[in-house]
């Protein structure tokens, strides 16, 4: 294909009625390669935080099984890839240079000849989203550590995992997946990911309370080196260390490294530990047997128990159930119908611990309900029931 000339291109000008001096004066002229393939590219369109970490060196990561659909990773961040249409054909021209290229070439007048070597009539588009960490708790839950002496017996073969076959699992960037293995109190052992078994916990904990109350320390500075030594004949010193992190803060007081304890956790753990055994538990009788499991000193409270149990105010008499929200699927739709089909009607107050961790970056909880639920007046209380039917 012949290209053409300036006398060409000038007419053309002419023909459209277009004043060459108002324009740029190098012009493009396009052809498309012999070798011009359509659906060899695919465009991603990126905000500027996310086009300047990748031109300052920065990976993206596209995760996802064969069942599931993709996701894009940065260090700290998921967005979900969707394919966005659009009416304009969207041109490949690797020797194409744009009206900020050109500035310097304003005086000149001459020609690029370019090539297309693709095109698309969609691209790629990204939402932020949240990261998919649920699959997360299935796989370590394969081998949990119940500690040294079960560990001894256990079959060699066991599956564990190490950061990087956790991150070609998991549907989360790097930042994420280190701060869900903290949330679920996961620890590395010997260079993989486990987590240990909620008993095996529950023991490391005991230990560390009845340590705290035969030496009269407060609970808000327990030393982590007087810890390790008093109860390493019980425990490896390493597990001693993993509770007190689990359900401490750690911080340094005149050189030496201690932790204040977190009451609202420790009681919801002991919570946890009176009601996964029970299918329903008598609330009074259980707020008595709780307030007498905590450590001396500690105080249970209602509001500890968000997002880790149901209370039925309804039946008589009351009851409570264990009901956790890392327990409930992922997605929206689903978490909202599983909730529909434990609960008819739901009030605002019940509800909320169970889809908080669903709302996005600007989400409310009123939007959420708004979306996914009815609501109607009951007593004088308003109370929200499902949009379709739930069988």
Sequence with gaps: MSRRSRVEVDATLLVAKLVPEELLGTVHCLQFSPSVVSGEYSLLELDPALCERVQ???????????????????????????IADTSNLLLFVPGCRTPEQLAADQETRN??????????????????????????????????????????????????????????????????????LQVIHACKIDGYWRLLEFDYEMKLLNHIAQLVDSESWSFSKVPLNVCRKELEALEPPEMIEHCLKCYGKKFTDDGEVCFALNEDQICRATAQMLLQNAVKFNFSEFQEVWQQSVPEGMTTRLDQLKGLALLDRSSRPETVCMLKTEDLPEDAQERFNHLF?????????????????????KQTIGALLTKYARSSMQNGLKVYNSRRQIS
């Excluded at 960490?133 to 079960?150: A, M, Q, R, S």
């Excluded at 089909?341 to 107050?349: M, N, P």
């Design 56 to 82: 300052s060196g920065h990976s993206l990561v596209i995760r996802g099984d064969k069942n599931e659909h993709a996701v894009l990773c940065s260090d700290d961040k998921t967005y979900d890839l969707k």
């Design 111 to 180: 020609l690029i000849h370019a090539q297309i070597s693709g095109f698309s009539n969609h691209y790629w588009e990204l939402r932020r989203c949240r990261p998919k960490v649920k699959k997360l708790k299935k796989l370590l839950t394969e081998n949990t550590y119940e500690g040294p002496d079960v560990e001894r017996n256990k079959d060699s073969v066991n599956v564990t995992y190490t950061t990087e076959e956790l991150l070609n699992q998991i549907q989360a960037s790097e930042q994420e997946l280190m701060d869900q």
């Design 341 to 361: 089909g434990i609960r008819e009607k739901w009030s605002e107050v019940d509800i909320a611990p169970y889809i908080q961790d669903l709302c996005g970056e």
